[in-house]
T-cell receptor
Framework: GQSLEQPSEVTAVEGAIVQINCTYQ??????LSWYQQHDGGAPTFLSY????GLEETGRFSSFLSRSDSYGYLLLQELQMKDSASYFC???????????FGKGTRLSVIA | GAVVSQHPSWVICKSGTSVKIECRSL??????MFWYRQFPKQSLMLMAT?????????EQGVEKDKFLINHASLTLSTLTVTSAHPEDSSFYIC?????????FGPGTRLLVL
């Protein structure tokens, strides 16, 4: 089957850098995505890795290593508004989301 | 970016009634939309893939006769929860893709009394 593992909670200080890891098991996928979800809201797209390596989008970067079945989301210059849940998602063809991770709840403290 | 809307945002209904939730892509056409369910403090679970002009594809464990999906146009998919029960109370979210990006609707909170 397919599964994703990510830490359930992470706490970091405002202005710092935090890395949220995601390991996966799958027989095949097209890419790994990351989404942010604030309490009570819908998920919003952050980043997508179709190929190995680092994708940078402003303060957020995402990394994928297919050989290690591993990816991560890197958040820099943390702000209080970054406190949210972050999900890694295995994507299939046609951007079909195969499976969502259980989410990592990030708390940014002053 | 693209916008996906859902209606209603909140619905409270009595047990045994049916509830229809609409998902619209406002400024793009979506041949495929996705429906999810999310329980409190849990991840999203993909329920089904809605295909315009054809039958939806349901994930394992999702009852297709209970969760009716209709994708009649390139901008509208509907999810009908039939004979709703309290255990169906959840946050229902749809998404549609434009290019490589999934855009999520704001979600519909269903409470079945």
């Amino acid at each position: 089957g397919q599964s994703l593992e990510q830490p359930s909670e992470v706490t970091a200080v405002e202005g710092a850098i935090v890395q949220i890891n995601c390991t996966y098991q799958t027989s095949g996928f097209y890419g790994l995505s990351w989404y942010q979800q604030h309490d009570g809201g819908a998920p919003t797209f952050l980043s997508y890795n179709a190929l190995d390596g680092l994708e940078e989008t402003g303060r957020f970067s995402s990394f994928l290593s297919r050989s290690d079945s591993y990816g991560y989301l890197l958040l820099q210059e943390l702000q209080m508004k970054d406190s949210a849940s972050y999900f890694c998602v295995l994507e299939g063809s046609g951007n079909t989301p195969l499976v969502f991770g259980k989410g990592t709840r990030l708390s940014v403290i002053a | 970016g693209a916008v996906v809307s859902q209606h209603p945002s909140w619905v409270i209904c009595k047990s045994g009634t049916s509830v229809k939730i609409e998902c619209r892509s406002l400024d793009f056409q979506a041949t495929t939309m996705f429906w999810y369910r999310q329980f409190p403090k849990q991840s999203l679970m993909l329920m089904a893939t809605s295909n315009e002009g054809s039958k939806a594809t349901y994930e394992q464990g999702v009852e297709k006769d209970k969760f009716l999906i209709n994708h009649a146009s390139l901008t509208l998919s509907t999810l009908t929860v039939t004979s709703a029960h309290p255990e169906d109370s959840s946050f229902y979210i749809c998404s549609a893709s434009e290019g490589e990006t999934q855009y999520f609707g704001p979600g519909t909170r269903l409470l079945v009394l």
